[in-house]
Structure formats: C-alpha cells, structure tokens
T-cell receptor, first 115, second 114 residues
Framework: AQKITQTQPGMFVQEKEAVTLDCTYD???????LFWYKQPSSGEMIFLIY??????QNATEGRYSLNFQKARKSANLVISASQLGDSAMYFC????????????FGTGTQLKVEL | GAVVSQHPSWVICKSGTSVKIECRSL??????MFWYRQFPKQSLMLMAT?????????EQGVEKDKFLINHASLTLSTLTVTSAHPEDSSFYIC??????????FGSGTQLSVL
C-alpha cells in the first residue's frame, strides 16, 4: 500500500520569502501521481499542483513549484514570495495510476505566513 | 473550472438521529465520487468510493450500515450518517471525478453530534 509522509506539522515563514514543505512517499508502483492541496480554515480543499511519476520536468503553477526527486521518493512543495493568504494547512497526496482517483493523503503541514 | 457543491456546510444534530449530506457536481457528470472524513488537525481519510448506479465500495474499517451512500444520478451522491453519535462528529468532504481524470472537492460539511 502507498504511504505519504509529511514530517513538518507546522512551519512559519515571513511574507515575501520562499518556503519548502516536505513530502516523501512510499509505493512499489511505477506509475503514480502526486498532488498538493491547500486547506484554509474554511475547510475546502484547493488543488495547487500535480506531478506525474513519468514527468521529467518539475511541475510549476505560478508561485508553486514541485521539487520532484524520484530516486529519493520526495515531492516537496516550494512556495515563492509567500503571502499572508498562503497561511493554511497543506496536504501532499498520491494516487496510483489505474487505481482510480483514490487519494492517499499525508498528515499535513500547517503554514503560517508572518509580516 | 468545475464546481462541486456540498450541502449542508454545517449541521448540528441530536445523538441517535440521522443526517444526510449531499454532494453535487454542478457542471459535469461524475461517474465516481469519493467521501472523506477528517478529524480536527488530522488528514483526510477515504471512507468510500461511490459509483453511479452501483453499490459503494467502503474502505476497511468503515461501517457501511452506518454510513449509507447513494449515488443515484451522475451529478448527485449522498452520505447518510445513521443513528449519529458524538464520536461521528467530524468534517466530511466529498470529491467528484470528471471523465476519469480530474478531481474536484466539495467545500465540506462539519457535523457536530450532541
């Protein structure tokens, strides 16, 4: 079975600085997808970025980029130029290709952006 | 982008009553919907996979008689928490799959059982 590990329960970053949220995963499958979601205090899950296991380039979406290191089984999220509105819970998640869209989530990292 | 509506967003009920939560895909047909449960400051745990026109597939440890799932149409799945008890208090969130690819989440339902 697949597993997602987020070792940072909480992170602080100053406004306008970059921050990296760690995510490692464990699976024996060769074909999988990795996601990052943002969950503000309102509870909704906001999709941020996706990386397929066969994608050679690291995914980027605006201020978000995914540092994908396949050999190390890590998929860290980098947020550049942090904004106050980035304060939220961030979840790393994985699906197995061919296994339907059943997401396995990590335990999350609470990010707080300070002035 | 695609929108998934979840209703109600917040519900308080007495112990022993049943609560129904709706998940609707507003502008696409969702053959598959997923129901997750999230305790405070914890991760989302998949409860069940709901397929239109067939029985839901429950994850290990989830009581199917307690958490009834109905996916009667391509745009609606419902989760009914039967005979709710305080330990069922949680945040429930659905997601809907568009064309077997993209996944969109509802806004969640906070259930408090007194």
């Amino acid at each position: 079975a697949q597993k997602i590990t987020q070792t940072q329960p909480g992170m602080f970053v100053q406004e306008k600085e970059a921050v990296t949220l760690d995510c490692t995963y464990d699976t024996s499958d060769q074909s999988y997808g990795l996601f990052w979601y943002k969950q503000p205090s309102s509870g909704e899950m906001i999709f941020l970025i996706y990386q397929g296991s066969y994608d050679e380039q690291n995914a980027t979406e605006g201020r978000y980029s995914l540092n994908f290191q396949k050999a190390r089984k890590s998929a860290n999220l980098v947020i550049s130029a942090s904004q106050l509105g980035d304060s939220a819970m961030y979840f790393c998640a994985m699906i197995l290709t061919g296994g339907g869209n059943k997401l396995t989530f990590g335990t999350g990292t609470q990010l707080k952006v300070e002035l | 982008g695609a929108v998934v509506s979840q209703h109600p967003s917040w519900v308080i009920c007495k112990s022993g009553t049943s609560v129904k939560i709706e998940c609707r895909s507003l502008d696409f047909q969702a053959t598959t919907m997923f129901w997750y449960r999230q305790f405070p400051k914890q991760s989302l745990m998949l409860m069940a996979t709901s397929n239109e026109g067939s029985k839901a597939t429950y994850e290990q440890g989830v009581e199917k008689d307690k958490f009834l799932i109905n996916h009667a149409s391509l745009t609606l799945s419902t989760l009914t928490v039967t005979s709710a008890h305080p330990e069922d208090s949680s945040f429930y969130i659905c997601s809907a799959e568009e064309k077997g690819e993209k996944l969109f989440f509802g806004s969640g339902t906070q259930l408090s059982v007194l």
